[in-house]
Protein backbone atom coordinates (compact mmCIF):
# COMPACT_ATOMS: atom_id res chain seq x y z
CA UNK A 1 0.00 0.00 0.00
CA UNK A 2 2.86 2.49 0.27
CA UNK A 3 1.17 4.85 3.05
CA UNK A 4 -2.07 4.95 0.96
CA UNK A 5 -5.46 4.70 2.73
CA UNK A 6 -7.45 3.87 -0.49
CA UNK A 7 -7.79 0.90 -2.68
CA UNK A 8 -9.42 0.59 -5.74
CA UNK A 9 -10.48 -1.53 -8.19
CA UNK A 10 -12.77 -1.91 -11.35
CA UNK A 11 -15.44 -3.81 -8.98
CA UNK A 12 -15.14 -1.92 -5.51
CA UNK A 13 -13.21 0.89 -3.60
CA UNK A 14 -12.21 0.38 0.02
CA UNK A 15 -10.80 3.10 2.38
CA UNK A 16 -8.85 2.09 5.30
CA UNK A 17 -8.71 4.40 8.13
CA UNK A 18 -7.15 4.04 12.05
CA UNK A 19 -10.61 2.55 14.05
CA UNK A 20 -11.55 5.36 16.89
CA UNK A 21 -13.88 4.35 19.77
CA UNK A 22 -16.18 7.82 19.46
CA UNK A 23 -16.87 7.14 15.54
CA UNK A 24 -20.69 7.51 15.44
CA UNK A 25 -21.17 7.64 19.35
CA UNK A 26 -22.83 10.55 21.33
CA UNK A 27 -22.28 10.72 24.71
CA UNK A 28 -24.44 11.27 28.10
CA UNK A 29 -24.54 10.98 31.57
CA UNK A 30 -26.27 9.28 34.77
CA UNK A 31 -28.12 11.87 36.39
CA UNK A 32 -28.84 10.03 39.97
CA UNK A 33 -27.09 7.74 42.30
CA UNK A 34 -29.58 4.92 43.46
CA UNK A 35 -29.54 2.28 46.20
CA UNK A 36 -31.87 -1.10 45.29
CA UNK A 37 -33.12 -4.35 47.13
CA UNK A 38 -34.05 -7.00 45.26
CA UNK A 39 -36.27 -9.61 47.10
CA UNK A 40 -36.78 -13.14 46.09
CA UNK A 41 -33.32 -14.29 44.45
CA UNK A 42 -33.17 -17.54 45.38
CA UNK A 43 -29.50 -18.76 46.43
CA UNK A 44 -28.61 -20.72 43.37
CA UNK A 45 -28.89 -17.65 41.55
CA UNK A 46 -27.10 -14.80 44.12
CA UNK A 47 -24.99 -13.35 41.40
CA UNK A 48 -24.29 -9.99 39.68
CA UNK A 49 -25.34 -11.37 36.11
CA UNK A 50 -28.68 -12.21 37.86
CA UNK A 51 -29.22 -8.79 38.87
CA UNK A 52 -28.16 -7.39 35.67
CA UNK A 53 -30.58 -9.78 34.06
CA UNK A 54 -33.77 -8.60 36.20
CA UNK A 55 -32.67 -4.85 36.35
CA UNK A 56 -32.19 -5.12 32.14
CA UNK A 57 -31.06 -1.66 30.78
CA UNK A 58 -33.05 0.82 33.49
CA UNK A 59 -29.82 0.59 35.98
CA UNK A 60 -25.77 0.07 35.49
CA UNK A 61 -24.95 -1.28 38.39
CA UNK A 62 -21.91 0.52 40.16
CA UNK A 63 -21.56 -1.95 43.20
CA UNK A 64 -22.71 -4.52 45.69
CA UNK A 65 -23.79 -4.00 49.35
CA UNK A 66 -20.94 -5.90 51.36
CA UNK A 67 -23.45 -8.24 53.17
CA UNK A 68 -25.14 -9.11 49.22
CA UNK A 69 -21.32 -9.91 48.08
CA UNK A 70 -20.32 -12.00 51.53
CA UNK A 71 -24.16 -13.98 50.95
CA UNK A 72 -24.16 -13.04 55.09
CA UNK A 73 -28.08 -12.16 54.69
CA UNK A 74 -30.17 -14.10 51.15
CA UNK A 75 -33.35 -12.74 52.27
CA UNK A 76 -32.40 -9.04 50.16
CA UNK A 77 -29.75 -8.66 47.11
CA UNK A 78 -28.92 -5.04 48.32
CA UNK A 79 -26.55 -2.43 45.31
CA UNK A 80 -25.93 0.56 44.02
CA UNK A 81 -26.40 1.96 40.88
CA UNK A 82 -26.72 4.66 38.48
CA UNK A 83 -29.84 5.89 36.13
CA UNK A 84 -31.19 8.38 33.97
CA UNK A 85 -34.31 8.57 35.85
CA UNK A 86 -35.87 6.41 39.25
CA UNK A 87 -39.24 6.56 37.72
CA UNK A 88 -37.53 4.15 34.94
CA UNK A 89 -36.27 1.38 37.71
CA UNK A 90 -38.87 -1.72 37.38
CA UNK A 91 -40.06 -2.18 40.25
CA UNK A 92 -41.27 -6.19 39.77
CA UNK A 93 -39.78 -8.73 37.89
CA UNK A 94 -40.20 -12.45 36.71
CA UNK A 95 -37.28 -14.64 36.86
CA UNK A 96 -37.20 -17.68 35.42
CA UNK A 97 -34.54 -19.91 35.82
CA UNK A 98 -33.94 -23.18 33.26
CA UNK A 99 -33.45 -26.66 34.83
CA UNK A 100 -32.31 -29.48 33.07
CA UNK A 101 -33.27 -33.05 34.71
CA UNK A 102 -31.39 -36.26 33.29
CA UNK A 103 -34.03 -39.06 32.06
CA UNK A 104 -34.42 -41.96 33.66
CA UNK A 105 -33.57 -43.80 30.51
CA UNK A 106 -30.24 -42.77 28.70
CA UNK A 107 -31.87 -43.37 24.90
CA UNK A 108 -34.64 -40.82 26.19
CA UNK A 109 -33.78 -36.88 26.22
CA UNK A 110 -33.75 -35.03 29.13
CA UNK A 111 -36.50 -33.08 30.62
CA UNK A 112 -36.39 -28.98 30.35
CA UNK A 113 -38.61 -26.91 32.98
CA UNK A 114 -38.08 -23.65 34.25
CA UNK A 115 -38.51 -22.32 37.67
CA UNK A 116 -40.20 -19.06 38.07
CA UNK A 117 -39.60 -16.77 41.12
CA UNK A 118 -41.52 -13.28 41.90
CA UNK A 119 -39.00 -10.44 42.29
CA UNK A 120 -39.71 -7.21 44.10
CA UNK A 121 -37.41 -3.94 43.48
CA UNK A 122 -37.53 -1.51 46.04
CA UNK A 123 -35.98 1.60 45.73
CA UNK A 124 -34.33 2.87 48.91
CA UNK A 125 -32.67 5.95 48.13
CA UNK A 126 -32.46 8.04 45.03
CA UNK A 127 -29.62 10.99 45.04
CA UNK A 128 -29.20 13.46 41.76
CA UNK A 129 -25.53 13.07 41.11
CA UNK A 130 -25.68 17.48 40.25
CA UNK A 131 -24.32 16.82 37.04
CA UNK A 132 -26.05 19.48 34.49
CA UNK A 133 -28.21 17.59 31.90
CA UNK A 134 -26.44 17.22 28.31
CA UNK A 135 -27.70 20.20 26.52
CA UNK A 136 -27.83 22.76 29.37
CA UNK A 137 -26.44 25.93 28.41
CA UNK A 138 -24.41 27.91 31.32
CA UNK A 139 -26.10 30.79 32.87
CA UNK A 140 -24.65 34.18 31.81
CA UNK A 141 -25.58 35.58 35.08
CA UNK A 142 -22.90 32.79 36.74
CA UNK A 143 -20.60 34.44 39.10
CA UNK A 144 -16.64 34.44 37.79
CA UNK A 145 -18.11 35.16 34.30
CA UNK A 146 -17.24 39.20 33.57
CA UNK A 147 -19.46 39.24 30.10
CA UNK A 148 -16.38 39.35 27.94
CA UNK A 149 -17.25 35.87 25.84
CA UNK A 150 -17.88 35.33 22.29
CA UNK A 151 -21.96 36.33 22.23
CA UNK A 152 -22.91 32.75 22.46
CA UNK A 153 -22.38 32.10 26.40
CA UNK A 154 -18.86 30.52 26.09
CA UNK A 155 -16.10 32.75 27.67
CA UNK A 156 -12.63 32.12 25.89
CA UNK A 157 -9.45 30.59 27.91
CA UNK A 158 -9.67 27.85 30.53
CA UNK A 159 -9.75 29.99 33.90
CA UNK A 160 -12.01 29.38 36.79
CA UNK A 161 -15.65 29.80 36.27
CA UNK A 162 -15.04 29.59 32.00
CA UNK A 163 -16.27 26.78 29.66
CA UNK A 164 -13.34 25.48 27.52
CA UNK A 165 -15.07 24.03 23.97
CA UNK A 166 -13.99 22.42 21.17
CA UNK A 167 -15.16 21.65 17.94
CA UNK A 168 -17.00 23.41 15.17
CA UNK A 169 -18.25 27.16 16.05
CA UNK A 170 -21.75 26.87 15.95
CA UNK A 171 -23.55 29.87 14.23
Request: hydrophobic share 35%; with cysteine.
Amino acid sequence: LNGEHFISSPRFALSLRPWCKLAHAGAGVFEYRVELELCGIPAQAWHLSTAKHVLGESCWIERLHPRTRSRENLTVFRLSGRVHNPADVRRAAILEIVELLPSRVPSEAPVVRTLTYAISIVLVRAAPLGVPPPGAQANSDDPGRDGAGNGHGQGQGSGPGRARRRGRKRR
